[in-house]
T-cell receptor, first 114, second 121 residues
Framework: GENVEQHPSTLSVQEGDSAVIKCTYSDSASNYFPWYKQELGKGPQLIIDIRSNVGEKKDQRIAVTLNKTAKHFSLHITETQPEDSAVYFCAASTKPSGNTPLVFGKGTRLSVIA | DTGVSQDPRHKITKRGQNVTFRCDPISEHNRLYWYRQTLGQGPEFLTYFQNEAQLEKSRLLSDRFSAERPKGSFSTLEIQRTEQGDSAMYLC???????????????????FGAGSRLTVL
């Protein structure tokens, strides 16, 4: 089955700097790659996603890039703010229709230092 | 609609007791998922429903676990004879299915609830 690896496990950045989180996946059939943000005491919240027919997607300060050949995708957060501090999870879905449940990485705890 | 609701938010029980969690999904979503999350880990898939049909179960879902979605709306997850290893956050999520979503890009976009935290003593 699918296996998703996520790095780093923890990341500290100064406010205003950029943060990059990387994930690799094992199943070449995966074609849906969302990123979730989880704050303390809350469930994961979708922040951005990308499907395999595009290589990059951007939404304000957040962007995701996908390299299907290398089977890795990354989350980029620019101009970080203290409210970006949270745990971020990448995930992958193993069927083209998105019919299978997501497989998640282990998460990255991002701390933005003011 | 206030999103995905889970109840109770916290449950402390003694080993060997049974517990039940309830999830109310977003009303127009026909898919409902249960995930388990332990400390420092990502969510792990347990099972999912399309309407009232349970379509897939993970090998993590031992025979002590049972999930139902009798009318295709809310769902319950019951754990019988709880063990300390069952202590975790149990997350529920819902989504549109591909047959509901036009364009397709809306399908399988999971919205999670806040979770039910189980502590087994």
């Amino acid at each position: 089955g699918e296996n998703v690896e996520q790095h780093p496990s923890t990341l500290s950045v100064q406010e205003g700097d950029s943060a990059v989180i990387k994930c690799t996946y094992s199943d070449s059939a995966s074609n849906y790659f969302p990123w979730y943000k989880q704050e303390l005491g809350k469930g994961p919240q979708l922040i951005i996603d990308i499907r395999s027919n595009v290589g990059e997607k951007k939404d304000q300060r957040i962007a995701v890039t996908l390299n299907k050949t290398a089977k890795h995708f990354s989350l980029h957060i620019t101009e970080t703010q203290p409210e970006d501090s949270a745990v971020y999870f990448c995930a992958a879905s193993t069927k083209p229709s998105g019919n299978t449940p997501l497989v998640f990485g282990k998460g990255t705890r991002l701390s933005v230092i003011a | 609609d206030t999103g995905v609701s889970q109840d109770p938010r916290h449950k402390i029980t003694k080993r060997g007791q049974n517990v039940t969690f309830r999830c109310d999904p977003i009303s127009e979503h026909n898919r409902l998922y249960w995930y388990r999350q332990t400390l420092g880990q990502g969510p792990e898939f347990l099972t999912y429903f399309q309407n009232e049909a349970q379509l897939e179960k993970s090998r993590l879902l031992s025979d002590r676990f049972s999930a139902e979605r009798p009318k295709g709306s809310f769902s319950t997850l019951e754990i019988q004879r709880t063990e300390q290893g069952d202590s975790a956050m149990y997350l529920c999520a819902s989504s549109l299915g591909i047959e509901q979503s036009k364009p397709l890009s809306g399908a399988n976009v999971l919205t999670f609830g806040a979770g039910s935290r189980l502590t087994v003593l």
